[in-house]
């Protein structure tokens, strides 16, 4: 295993719900990250953000540790979760309401419901 991969297992690993994401939760740099964090932070879930804009080797290390071509990158517990579309899917579902409820990682229910009901 490469520096890179068991840097990234490490975050994975110690940290509840970790988003690989082009940026930080608080500075986005894309769209796509945007709509992810934006989604984790309305809904009240803390979360690591890790920002591979700020190391090329971390930035390709990640999307070979997933086996997924694009970021961000969603983990739950260790678990791959998905990118930006998988991740409003579950959103609009409901599907990660259930996720962090069976993980016992702490979200308010209430902005997920409000976040449906917009977009309903």
Known sequence: MSDT????????????VVLFMKGTKEMPQCGF??????????MGVEFAD???LADEELRQGIKDFSDWPTVPQLYVKGEFVGGCDIVTEMTLSGELDTLFAENDVKFDQEAANKIREANG
């Open 33 to 42: 990250s945007s709509r992810v964090a934006g989604v984790l932070n309305y």
């Open 5 to 16: 991969a068991a840097q990234i297992k490490e975050t994975v690993t110690n940290n509840d």
């Open 50 to 52: 890790v920002n591979v």
